[in-house]
């Protein structure tokens, strides 16, 4: 079952996302995220016993010279590894992707696995455009809205990012 996180779910969320990457680093950056008030979306997968994986969108501005896109920083999505390749993550992506386009948002980036992410519609050539401290492969964008992301535009990520 995907459903939002709730306030209860956060000690069990940072266990899923410490024990999916084998550190802390991205479990921090989730309650720094929490903290400053930048969540745009954030599910759980559960079974009626246990958080099996997670996933966070933040608010993301990309912005031109007399223009602001509207878009998120898919950023992390964990699954226990004793769910992973059973579906749990891809369910979580399609799930908060669509969430970020009920919200009116225009495009999500994300930085990740070159042969992941395509299967749910983002690209590095969509990417390409934008200005960011990431570049190539692994970084991939998906236009919610079909030509968002024509005129390109500097990323500005929420703060807890610390770019």
């Keep these: 079952m995907i459903r939002d996180a709730a306030p209860s779910d956060y000690p069990a969320i940072r266990a899923v996302i410490s024990h999916a990457f084998g550190q802390t680093e991205e479990a921090n950056l989730v309650e ?16 009626d016993i246990a958080i099996q994986g997670h996933i966070f969108y ?3 501005a990309i912005e031109g010279p007399d223009y602001t896109i509207k ?5 992390p999505v964990s699954v226990l590894k004793a769910f992973q390749k059973s579906g ?3 369910a ?23 042969a992941y992410y395509p299967k749910f519609g983002f690209s590095a050539s969509l990417a390409e455009s934008l200005e960011a401290p990431f570049s190539g492969p692994h970084f991939m964008a998906l236009e919610l809205k079909p030509g968002a992301l024509k005129q ?5 990520y929420a703060k807890a990012f610390g770019l």
């Excluded at 903290?35 to 954030?42: F, I, N, S």
């Excluded at 390109?152 to 500005?156: I, N, V």
Aim: glycine fraction near 12%; aromatic fraction near 0%.
């Design 58 to 60: 933040s608010p993301l």
């Design 88 to 90: 749990i993550g891809s």
């Design 92 to 114: 979580l992506i399609r799930a908060g992707n669509a969430r970020c386009a009920e919200l009116g948002l225009d495009a999500i980036v994300v930085l990740g696995h070159e």
């Design 32 to 47: 720094k995220l929490r903290a400053d008030g930048d969540v745009l979306v954030e599910l759980v997968a559960a079974s």
């Design 71 to 75: 878009a998120a920083a898919l950023a």
């Design 152 to 156: 390109g535009g500097k990323l500005r």
